[in-house]
């Protein structure tokens, strides 16, 4: 049964088209994943599909009732982001749409609502269509992935895994097109340039030819018709040349090695140590007095619930509450972006805190889809995205050997996360970071911190072996009971909302309760 159907659809902002979308389907039970760059559209489409923005050309026709998770939530300092996230998603849930646009719905959840929040999609009867940066989750959830590149909408079938793959071999199949057309191309040059020689030659006498044969055969006319001859080739071949299809290369990006300040001195010495370290935000105790320590070389991973303290922590590493080697220099990226000027261009602002050349600069804001000309924008016309692809450029590529991490997948579309992965790998220095993204942890960490339980712990291994780990260590039921209240706290928060009732308020009020004895007992 099909649920929505879209024809001749065209999207304008001022005279650049952003979408044109011909048609488009969305099928009962579908699980759609949304990919494309940022600003290429995916929101636009989504608020076009639920009716909240009307396309300049075409039609929209819905057969069920739809709803919309916006990716840009009214925010309060009364509850933390993860706390409204929930709140955004229990409301959807409960209005039962027969489809469900969900624009990037794990911003801010920690992992445990992050899975919560796959088993609950998994589970639903409507339709889906998602706008995620989370590859694990697009992984878990879709069967079709809709990709927008240049206002196109291309359709694939199976997850974000299966999607890959298939552009890989769309890759593979334009190298070797362009392998074939750059071979034959050159073929028919060589030919054109030897007959253009002989054409010229063909003027002149032989020098086997005597004064007395050339005037016998009547040279001129003869040599004339020949080289009229070749010229008829040359302009064959030349038609040929034309009339050959033209195949673009594909892109392909070379590696980025970049030299780190006192690299070989720090790399497996120990450089940042912390002894006795208690994390507290006013009388809340966030972890007992801890002790770790990272060697240079380290990908250190921060990991842990919403509210544990990982930002605390990086401030502290920061602040050098703890010990810190003199030969560190330390780059730090967090949300705010203050360390961009507005008034500069994508590459002053990279070139003001770097030591490495404008070629290489360039090289490194290519990767992250920053190519030609687009470097002399100024940073005020970016979007949130785009600013947060510059500052982690401009960190990268600043004059340190430490890079700490606050977030740094947030709001980047999948090809800029992707491109930041490659970056991060190839990086000699250290990297420290805090995220919720699993694929990204997966790609990055070889050790492990993990704030839970006011404990801090750490895992000497990549994120596969501590998974493994974990799975050998089974979850204390006060684990799966508290994130059971917390999913009906947000549906009770949600129905609050919507209709204020006495009886939904002691409802409130009792959940909370439960959660704070359940949180004494662990």
């Not at 810190?324 to 780059?331: A, L």
């Not at 991490?405 to 999948?414: G, Q, V, Y």
Request: include cysteine; aromatic fraction near 6%; proline fraction near 2%.
């Amino acid at each position: 049964m099909q649920l929505l159907e879209g024809t001749a659809m065209k999207y304008y902002i001022q005279d650049r088209l952003l979408l044109d979308i011909p048609s488009l389907h969305v099928q009962d039970f579908a699980r759609i994943g949304l990919v494309g760059r940022n600003g290429s559209g995916k929101t636009t489409l989504l608020k076009i599909l639920v009716g909240e923005v009307v396309a300049d050309e075409g039609v929209i026709i819905p057969h069920t009732s739809t709803k919309l998770v916006p990716q840009i939530k009214q925010m309060n300092d009364v509850k933390s982001g993860g706390e409204i996230t929930q709140q955004y998603l229990q409301q959807a849930f409960n209005h039962h749409a027969g489809l469900l646009l969900l624009d990037e719905p794990t911003t801010h959840l920690d992992q445990k609502h992050i899975e919560w929040l796959e088993k609950t999609l998994k589970d639903y009867k409507g339709a889906l269509i998602l706008v995620s940066h989370d590859r694990i989750f697009l992984d878990q959830l879709c069967t079709e992935i809709w990709e927008i590149d240049a206002g196109r909408l291309s359709t694939y079938k199976g997850n974000y895994t299966d999607y890959k793959n298939q552009k890989e071999l769309e890759r593979k199949t334009q190298q070797f097109a362009y392998e074939k057309y750059e071979k034959e191309k050159k073929k028919l040059e060589v030919a054109m340039r030897e007959k253009e020689e002989k054409a010229q030659r063909a003027t002149k006498k032989p020098k086997n030819l005597t004064s007395s044969e050339a005037r016998l055969k009547g040279s001129k006319p003869y040599f004339a018709n020949k080289q009229k001859k070749l010229r008829k080739t040359v302009s064959a071949f030349e038609t040929r040349l034309a009339q050959l299809e033209k195949v673009e290369k594909p892109e392909t990006l070379r590696a980025v090695q970049m030299d780190i300040m006192n690299e070989e001195s720090i790399r497996g010495q120990i450089i940042i140590r912390a002894e006795q370290l208690i994390g507290r935000v006013g009388d809340r105790v966030l972890w007992k007095p801890a002790n770790f320590y990272v060697r240079g070389g380290d990908k250190l991973a921060i990991i842990g619930a919403n509210g544990a303290g990982k930002t605390t922590l990086l401030k502290k590493i920061i602040e050098q509450e703890v010990n810190v080697s003199p030969s560190v220099k330390i780059g730090y990226f967090a949300q705010n972006l203050t360390i961009l000027d507005e008034k500069q261009t994508i590459l002053e602002n990279v070139q003001n805190s770097s030591k490495q050349s404008e070629t290489f600069v360039r090289t490194v804001l290519a990767r992250m889809h920053f190519s030609e000309d687009a470097v002399y924008k100024k940073v005020h016309v970016l979007s949130g995205g785009e600013k947060v692809k510059v500052a982690l450029s401009k960190i990268f590529l600043s004059d340190v050997n430490v890079l700490v991490l606050d977030e740094p997948t947030n709001f980047l579309d999948i090809g800029s996360l992707e491109a930041l992965e490659e970056l991060l790998e190839t990086y000699h220095g250290t990297v420290i970071f805090v995220t919720h993204d699993r694929m990204f942890t997966r790609k990055i960490a070889t050790k492990i911190l993990t704030i839970a339980n006011q404990e801090i712990t750490v895992f000497d291994g990549i994120y596969d072996a501590y998974e493994a780990h974990l799975n050998e260590t089974p979850k204390t039921s006060n684990e799966d009971e508290l994130l059971l209240l917390e999913t009906k706290i947000s549906d009770v928060l949600s129905r609050l909302s919507i209709e204020p009732s006495e009886e939904l308020e002691e409802a409130f009020q009792r959940l909370l309760r439960e959660k704070k004895a359940l949180e004494s007992k662990s």
